[in-house]
Structures are given as C-alpha cells and as structure tokens.
C-alpha cells in the first residue's frame, strides 16, 4: 500500500509480494514471524500461515484465526520480546524506516533472520523529503534532499548494510521488486546472519 494524491491506495503486486515472503520462509529454519502492519490478513493468508509461530501487529484490530496485536506499532517494536522472531515483515502504507530502526537497535539473539519490506518512500523523496527512519539508517543529516529519489537504491542498500552492521551481522539474499503504479513502491526481502 502506499500513498498517492492523499489517498492509500493498494498497488503492490501481489505475486512479488508473496514470492519475496516465500523466499523469507523457506529460507529461515522454524520460522517464526512479526509482521508489523499485519492489516486484514493478506499476508498471512498467502503466506505467513505456513510459520511455525506468528504474531501480527496493527494499530487496528481484528477477530480472526491469527494472533494479533492492536496497538502503536512503533510502540510495540520498542516493548515486544523481538529475539522470540526470526522473520520481520513491516509492510507499512508509507515508511517502514522507523520501526525497522528500532528493531535494528533491539534484535541480540539470532543466528539467522529475515526482513521483508515494503518501501512507500519515493513519492516523499522525488519531493526532497528525507524521513526520520531513513535518516537515522542512513546517516543522511538533512530532512530535505533536493533529488533524493534518484538515491533510493542508495539509500535501500545503506540501510541494509547498518541493519547488518548493528546486529554484527552479514547480509544475504536481498531480492527486490518494485510496483507498476506511480507511488514506485519497492518491496524486497534481505537476511541477516551472524559472524562466526
């Protein structure tokens, strides 16, 4: 999902959205997932189901077969037990950024994990914006960034690298799609596996 003309609007394409997800699962032993941002259940329902453990967080809630959390996402990534997850999926209808800043700064016990994200960024960046998340990620000092959209793979593998660099880690597998409509979402998965 993603911001277009003030309206969220769902453009992902829905067959590299579940792929990337497959990937993420079939790539971590005894899964076990986060998703933040867990909306209605898309995900989960596609994919996710197959998990050995899954907890969905939203700040809307929702009476399904799913274990749920409704609250401030970024609130629950700074409280939840995060070392209980090996996949995160933050599929946000703008900047996944924030939470996957904190979560960064939390993460000690893994041996392999997952990301899965959805970027829904570049509207802001072709306007020169620069958010929080991605600032404190990338150690860009400026809110506004004239022609910041040209960066956004840039910016994407800087922000892959501190999440490797934080949890002395390295990172793998980075797959990457990117939706047909004007919003340019990107979506991509990446893993993280700690230094022997």
Same mark, same amino acid.
């Given at each position: 999902?993603?911001?277009?003309?003030?309206k969220k609007t769902d453009n992902g394409p829905k067959l590299a959205k579940k792929t990337?997800?497959?990937?993420?699962?079939?790539?971590?032993?005894?899964?076990?997932?986060?998703?933040?941002?867990?909306?209605?259940?898309?995900?989960?329902?596609?994919?996710?189901?197959?998990?050995?453990?899954?907890?969905?967080?939203?700040?809307?809630?929702?009476?399904?077969?799913?274990?749920?959390?409704?609250?401030?996402?970024?609130?629950?990534?700074?409280?939840?037990?995060?070392?209980?997850?090996?996949?995160?999926?933050?599929?946000?209808?703008?900047?996944?950024?924030?939470?996957?800043?904190?979560?960064?700064?939390?993460?000690?016990?893994?041996?392999?994990?997952?990301?899965?994200?959805?970027?829904?960024?570049?509207?802001?960046? +072709?306007?020169?914006? *620069?958010? #929080? &998340?991605?600032?404190?990620? =990338? !150690?860009?000092?400026?809110?506004?960034?004239?022609?910041?959209?040209v960066l956004h793979y840039e910016i994407i593998k800087k922000i892959i690298i501190t999440?490797?660099? +934080?949890?002395?880690? *390295?990172? #793998? &597998?980075?797959?990457?799609? =990117? !939706?047909?409509?004007?919003?340019?979402?990107?979506?991509?998965?990446?893993?993280?596996?700690?230094?022997?």
């Amino acid at each position: 999902m993603s911001k277009f003309k003030g309206k969220k609007t769902d453009n992902g394409p829905k067959l590299a959205k579940k792929t990337l997800r497959e990937i993420a699962l079939n790539g971590i032993q005894s899964p076990s997932v986060l998703e933040f941002f867990c909306g209605a259940g898309e995900s989960f329902n596609a994919v996710w189901r197959k998990a050995k453990n899954y907890t969905g967080v939203d700040l809307k809630a929702f009476d399904d077969e799913r274990n749920t959390i409704c609250g401030d996402v970024v609130d629950i990534a700074k409280t939840i037990d995060v070392d209980k997850y090996n996949i995160f999926d933050l599929d946000a209808y703008g900047s996944p950024y924030t939470v996957l800043d904190i979560l960064s700064k939390r993460i000690k016990n893994y041996d392999k994990i997952a990301f899965v994200i959805t970027d829904g960024i570049c509207i802001d960046l +072709r306007m020169g914006n *620069v958010c #929080s &998340g991605v600032q404190s990620l =990338t !150690g860009l000092k400026n809110r506004r960034l004239r022609r910041a959209n040209v960066l956004h793979y840039e910016i994407i593998k800087k922000i892959i690298i501190t999440v490797a660099q +934080r949890l002395n880690g *390295v990172a #793998s &597998g980075f797959k990457i799609a =990117t !939706g047909v409509t004007g919003a340019k979402v990107k979506y991509y998965v990446f893993f993280i596996e700690r230094k022997k």
